[in-house]
């Protein structure tokens, strides 16, 4: 198996970790899997073109500062990014909550494509870590960056169809209003999203 492939599935794994049925928390990337359900919590299975450009908006912010942190361009501390990662939800919940209608319209879109780019500038850091962690022996780091950005693209892209999915079924089966839906979906966030917050706050203030 070639390097990009080997990080490829590396980028897929840490999005698609197995424990993330077993235990979540325990999970590499399960933080940045509830981001990405939250992004994407707000929108019907017919809609999932519109999901696949905003989650490639967010690919795109957290492969620039995953790139610039790899080439040692910028450095910020860990407690500050591990809590503004889940910052990042929270808000995206709350403006799901706030802003929610029948449907998303073109302005909102693309609103949510602009934060989306920018919060992902912010997780970009958080892969950075990792990513940087296994970079150590590689002399190249284009190629490991490039496969590991694809896998993670593809494993965000694999829970948002399963997520829409979900939807879906439930839509069909127990006509599920999209407002009783997202307000759902975002309990189940928060549930796992708020201890995260706290703790990185505690530990980002000592």
């Known amino acids: 198996m070639g390097l990009f ?16 049925l077993t235990n979540i928390t325990s999970a590499e990337g399960y933080d940045h899997v ?17 999901v696949a450009i905003l989650v490639t908006a967010f690919t795109i912010g957290h492969s620039l500062t995953l790139a610039f942190s790899a080439l040692g361009v910028i450095r910020v501390p860990t407690s500050l990014v591990e809590f503004l990662i889940p910052l990042t939800i929270l808000l995206t919940v709350l403006y799901n909550l706030v802003t929610h209608k029948n449907s998303v319209t ?3 879109l693309t609103y949510r494509y602009m934060v989306a780019l920018l919060f992902g500038l912010i ?33 965000q892209l694999l829970v948002v169809s399963i997520l829409l999915f979900f939807h879906f079924i439930l839509d069909k089966i127990i006509k599920i209003k999209r407002k009783s839906y997202v307000l759902l979906l975002s309990i189940f966030v928060l549930f796992f999203t708020l201890p995260i917050l706290i703790s990185a706050f505690r530990a980002f203030i000592n």
């Open 5 to 20: 492939s080997v990080y490829t599935e590396i980028g897929f794994r840490h999005i698609l970790d197995e424990r993330l």
């Open 34 to 50: 509830l981001f990405i359900i939250a992004l994407a919590a707000v929108y019907r299975w017919d809609e999932i073109k519109k």
């Open 106 to 108: 073109k302005r909102a």
């Open 123 to 155: 997780h970009g850091l958080g892969f950075s870590n990792y990513l940087n962690a296994l970079l150590g022996q590689e002399e190249s780091i284009v190629v490991p960056l490039l496969g590991f950005n694809l896998g993670l693209e593809l494993g």
